[in-house]
C-alpha cells in the first residue's frame, strides 16, 4: 500500500512546501485523485494540530498515517496513528476523523446524524460514528488485527468546537474504543494519547498494517446467512452507514405519519448496494416488519436464496422477482427492497402473463404502489437489455406523479472496483459512457489491469491466481452463439457444448439454466462454484457477482476502428439486440453497457483480451502488458 506517512516530529518539521501541497501531489501520484482547494486548507489547518497534541504528549516518533485508504474501498481515514501499547508492547492504533465543525447538534429525528451550522445539506453522519465505522471495517479485513480488537480503537476530534457547543454528541458514544474529544477537551485528548501509546517509534507498527494482508472474508453471498441473522456481519461505512439509517428512518416515519416515502440508493460496482440491502433486510425482518427482497435478475435472487436462506424455506420466501407483484395490495407491504433496480422492466406482463394482469401498468408502478417504503439499489451503466429502465430520473418521475417524496443517496465516494475509483472512470471513458476521450492506465496500488496475448495466456493468468487463493472468472462479449447441452442417451443433459471459439480455443458458456451439467454448476452459482471456472460467463450470469480477479474477452461487437472504439451489432449472438426490437442507437449503448458490466467485475484486476488484433494492439497503447 502507498501511503502518506509522517512521525509527528517530521511533520512539524520546516519545510519549503506546505504540507497539503506534498499530500495533493502524492495523491494524485498513488491514486490518480484530484484534491479540492477547501481540502488543502483543511490539511493545513488540522494535521499539525494532531502533531502538536502528540509531541505536547511526549509522542514524537508516533508514525501518522494521512488520508489512509481502507482496504477494497475508495474510502479514506483522515488519519491514523500506529505506535506501541503503553500497556502490553504490542501494536496500538488509533484511526483519528477530523472535523472543522464548531457549533453541532444532534438531529431530533435521529441521534445517528447530526445537524452543522452554517452548512447545507442533509444531516450528516455522527463523527463517532464514522470514525468507529472505519476502525470496525479495518478490524474486519486486516489479518494483522485478527483476534486484536483492542489494538484498533477510534477517535472523533472536533478541533475547533468548545464542548458546550456541541454536548449532546457526546451522548452517541458507544464503547470504549471510541472517544470524542474536543477543542476544550484538548488536554484529555492529550492524556487519552500519552495513556494509549508508549513513548517509543511507531515506524514498525505503521509496517505490519501497511504490508497486512487483505482478505474481504465477508463479501457478499458468502456470510449473507449471517448477515441476516447478525447484522454486525457487515460494517457500514459513511454514505452506507446514512443510507441504511434513512431507509430505517423512511419506515419509522411511515408508521408514526402514515407517510409514504420512495428512496433510491445508487452506486458503482461493488460500492456496497448488496450489502446495505441485505443488512436492511435483515434489521427490518428482526423489526417484524412486513418486508422484502426482490431483483429482476435470476441468478442473482437464486443465489440469494441458496446462500441466504440456507435450507430455511421460510427465508428463500423474502426473496422475490420484480414481476411478482403485479397485483400485489397497494402498501401491502412495508418495505420492498429492489435490489439491481437497473434491472427493471418497462412491463412486468410477458406471454405467459393473464390476459387480466396484461394492463401495460409500468413495472415500476407496481414496486412503488406495494410498500409504503420501496428502496431501490442502482447502477445507472448496468443497462444491458432491451427493456430495461432503471434509472433515478425515471423512478423518480413517477414517484413525482404520484406525489412522493423521493430520497435519493449516491455511493459513488464507496467501494469502486474493490476500491480503485480510477479504474472504473477509465473504463467508462474507455467505453464512451461519460463523455470523456480514452486515456491510458496511469496505475493505481489498489488494482492491476494487465492485457494477455491470447485467451490461453488469459486463462493461464486467471488459474494462477486461483491456486493462490484468489476467486477468478472468465467472462466474454455476447458473440457466440449460446447452444444447449449435448444430451445422453437417456435424454439428459450431460455436457456443454465449446461455444466461444478462438482459433483452436475453445471453451463453454455458462450452464444457462438452475441444474448443473456434469462438473459445470447451475448459472446462480457460476461465480462462486470452483466448477464455474471451466466456462466463459455471460454477461447475464456475471451481473450482479464479484470475485478478485476478473478476465474480460471483447468480441468482434466492439473494435477500433478510425481512432475510436465502434459497436457492431451484426457480430452480436445477443437474441435481445435484434433490429426489429431495438434501434441502432440503443444497441450501440447497450452493447457498451453490457461491457461495462463486464470490465467492473474484479475486486482486485483485470486481464483484457480482445479477438480483434486491431483492437487488440489499441489497448496495448493503453494498458501495460502484464
Known amino acids: 500500500m502507498t501511503v502518506f506517512r509522517r512521525t509527528a516530529q517530521a511533520l512539524l518539521s520546516p519545510v519549503e512546501r506546505k504540507l497539503s501541497e506534498v499530500l495533493a501531489e502524492h495523491l494524485k501520484m498513488s491514486a490518480n485523485l484530484s484534491v479540492s482547494e477547501s481540502e488543502r486548507r483543511a490539511w493545513d489547518r488540522s494535521l499539525p494540530i494532531v502533531a502538536h497534541d502528540l509531541v505536547e504528549a511526549g509522542l514524537d516518533q508516533i508514525e501518522m498515517l494521512i488520508e489512509y485508504q481502507l482496504p477494497l474501498t475508495s474510502k479514506r481515514a483522515d488519519v491514523v496513528l500506529a505506535g506501541v501499547d503503553r500497556r502490553t508492547g504490542g501494536d496500538a492504533y488509533v484511526v483519528v476523523e477530523l ?97 494509549r501509546f508508549a513513548p517509543a517509534p511507531g515506524a514498525a507498527a505503521a509496517d505490519r498494517l501497511l504490508s497486512s494482508q487483505v482478505r474481504p472474508s465477508k463479501q457478499l453471498l458468502k456470510h449473507a446467512a449471517d448477515e441476516i441473522k447478525h447484522r454486525e456481519q457487515f460494517t457500514l461505512l459513511a454514505e452506507q452507514r446514512l443510507a441504511y439509517e434513512l431507509v430505517l428512518h423512511a419506515v419509522d416515519k411511515a408508521r408514526r405519519q402514515d407517510l409514504k416515502t420512495v428512496v433510491v440508493i445508487t452506486g458503482g460496482p461493488g460500492s456496497g448496494k448488496s450489502v446495505i440491502a441485505l443488512s436492511l433486510l435483515g434489521e427490518l425482518s428482526r423489526q417484524k416488519h412486513a418486508v422484502l427482497h426482490a431483483t429482476g435478475s435470476r441468478s442473482f435472487t437464486q443465489t440469494m436464496r441458496r446462500y441466504v436462506a440456507k435450507g430455511s424455506g421460510n427465508t428463500k420466501a423474502l426473496f422475490k422477482y420484480f414481476n411478482n407483484f403485479m397485483d400485489a395490495g397497494k402498501n401491502e407491504l412495508d418495505v420492498l427492497i429492489c435490489d439491481e433496480a437497473h434491472r427493471i422492466r418497462e412491463v412486468s406482463a410477458n406471454r405467459y402473463t393473464a390476459a387480466r394482469l396484461r394492463t401495460g401498468r409500468p ?264
Not at 100 to 106: K, Y
Not at 541 to 549: H, I
Not at 576 to 604: H, S
Request: proline share 4%.
Open 363 to 626: 413495472q415500476v408502478d407496481e414496486l412503488i404502489d406495494a410498500a409504503r417504503v420501496p428502496v431501490f439499489l442502482l447502477d445507472e451503466h448496468q443497462v444491458v437489455r432491451p427493456g430495461e429502465m432503471g434509472t433515478l430520473d425515471q423512478i423518480r418521475d413517477h414517484a413525482r406523479t404520484k406525489g412522493l417524496d423521493v430520497i435519493a443517496v449516491s455511493l459513488d465516494e464507496q467501494f469502486r472496483c474493490g476500491g480503485s475509483r480510477a479504474y472504473e472512470e477509465w473504463v467508462l471513458r474507455l467505453l464512451g459512457l461519460d463523455g470523456g476521450a480514452p486515456a491510458g492506465w496511469t496505475g493505481d496500488d489498489r488494482f492491476d489491469v494487465t492485457m494477455a496475448d491470447s485467451p490461453y495466456d488469459l486463462e493461464a493468468v486467471l488459474a494462477g491466481h486461483r491456486a493462490d487463493g484468489r476467486s477468478a472468472r472468465m467472462t466474454a462479449g455476447f458473440c457466440w452463439t449460446w447452444s444447449e447441452p449435448l444430451k445422453d442417451h437417456m435424454g439428459r443433459p450431460h455436457a456443454l457444448v465449446s461455444d466461444v471459439t478462438i482459433g483452436q480455443w475453445a471453451r463453454p458458456w455458462n450452464v444457462k439454466g438452475d441444474r448443473s451439467v456434469g462438473d459445470a454448476p447451475p448459472s446462480e452459482l457460476w461465480a462462486t462454484d470452483e466448477g464455474g471456472a471451466g466456462q466463459v460467463g455471460c454477461v447475464y450470469t456475471a451481473q450482479g457477482f464479484e470475485y478478485d480477479w476478473n478476465g474480460v474477452i471483447l468480441g468482434p461487437d466492439l473494435l477500433y476502428r478510425d481512432g475510436r472504439l465502434v459497436t457492431d451489432r451484426t457480430a452480436s449472438r445477443d437474441p435481445a439486440l435484434r433490429p426489429k426490437t431495438v434501434t441502432a442507437e440503443q444497441a450501440d449503448r447497450l452493447i457498451r453497457n453490457t461491457y461495462k458490466v463486464l470490465l467492473t467485475r474484479g475486486m482486485v484486476g483485470t486481464v483484457l483480451y480482445s479477438t480483434d488484433p486491431e483492437t487488440q494492439a489499441y489497448l496495448a497503447t493503453l494498458v501495460t502488458r502484464g
Open 99 to 195: 472535523k472543522q465543525w464548531s457549533h453541532v447538534e444532534v438531529w431530533d429525528e435521529d441521534a445517528r446524524r447530526v445537524l452543522v451550522h452554517n452548512m447545507t445539506g442533509r444531516p450528516k453522519l455522527h463523527p463517532s460514528l464514522q470514525a468507529k465505522g472505519y476502525s470496525d471495517y479495518i478490524l474486519d479485513f486486516l489479518t494483522v488485527l485478527a483476534g486484536h480488537p483492542d489494538a484498533l480503537h477510534a477517535v472523533a476530534y472536533l478541533h475547533n468546537a468548545e464542548r458546550k457547543d456541541v454536548a449532546d454528541l457526546f451522548d452517541i458514544v458507544e464503547d470504549d474504543r471510541t472517544r470524542l474529544f474536543t477543542q476544550t477537551t484538548r488536554g484529555a485528548f492529550v492524556e487519552y494519547l500519552r495513556d
